[in-house]
């Protein structure tokens, strides 16, 4: 299994702000992933960040909004740009597993826009 | 795409007695199925997962899941609940995207034991 952390746990910011998220595995791993959680919502996938190559969003996603850094194979940064109360989510960093079977999940960023 | 459902918000039993929470799964092909938990204020943790073999799979903290694939169910299981086990819980499915494997997740079950 990989040990995930987060910085920061949590953050409370004014609307049309930007806050980067960084996250730190103790392995080296091909793919990280950003996902974000509404409040009462389940998971959604931001994008995949593969080391050396621009991230891929997903639908409804773009890069303007959430860049995304992939400097090293163990570390990643998701900025929230310009952000709304609709911003305001836990932003949650994944690897996934040897076998690319499981997920392995970051304790989160619960991020509150005013 | 592959997806699973969860169709109970919120799931309440009391310490001692058995629980299940429920999970039925659309894919085309062989399912990958799992189970994930997330206490309060903490990340996803993984429970269990079935890739193939037998039925019954046993995972982490007790819990375990029955694959039926005639009623394309996934339901896991706890022959006792205890209060600990309050948390969210998450079914997934392993899907592809842009050509990495990606689970999917039903929008999850609120397990609520009372003491």
């Known amino acids: 299994s990989a040990v995930i952390s987060q910085k920061p746990s949590r953050d409370i910011c004014q609307r049309g702000t930007s806050l980067t998220i960084q996250c730190q595995v103790d392995?080296?791993?091909?793919?990280m992933f950003w996902y974000r959680q509404q409040p009462g919502q389940s998971l959604t996938l931001i994008a995949t960040?593969?080391?050396?190559?621009?991230?891929?969003?997903e639908s409804g996603f773009v890069i303007d909004k959430f860049p995304i850094s992939r400097p090293n194979l163990t570390f990643s940064t998701l900025t929230v740009s310009n952000m709304s109360p609709e911003d305001s989510s836990i932003y949650l960093c994944?690897?996934?597993?040897?076998?690319?079977?499981?997920?392995?999940f970051g304790p989160g960023t619960r991020l509150t826009v005013l | 795409a592959q997806s699973v459902a969860q169709p109970e918000d919120q799931v309440n039993v009391a310490e001692g007695n058995p629980l299940t929470v429920k999970c039925t799964y659309s894919?085309?092909?062989?399912?990958?199925l799992f189970w994930y938990v997330q206490y309060p204020n903490r990340g996803l943790q993984f429970l269990l997962k079935?890739?193939?073999?037998?039925?019954l799979v046993k995972g982490s903290y007790g819990f375990e899941a029955e694959f039926n694939k005639s009623q394309t169910s996934f339901h896991l299981k706890k022959p006792s609940a205890l209060v600990s086990d309050s948390a969210l819980y998450f079914c997934?499915?392993?899907?592809?995207?842009?050509?990495?494997?990606?689970?999917?997740f039903g929008r999850g079950t609120s397990l609520i034991v009372h003491p």
């Open positions: 392995s080296q791993v091909t793919m």
């Open positions: 894919v085309s092909g062989n399912p990958y």
């Open positions: 960040a593969n080391q050396g190559s621009e991230a891929t969003y």
């Open positions: 994944s690897v996934a597993g040897q076998s690319y079977n499981e997920q392995f």
């Open positions: 997934a499915v392993r899907d592809i995207r842009g050509g990495s494997y990606i689970p999917t």
């Open positions: 079935y890739i193939t073999g037998d039925n």
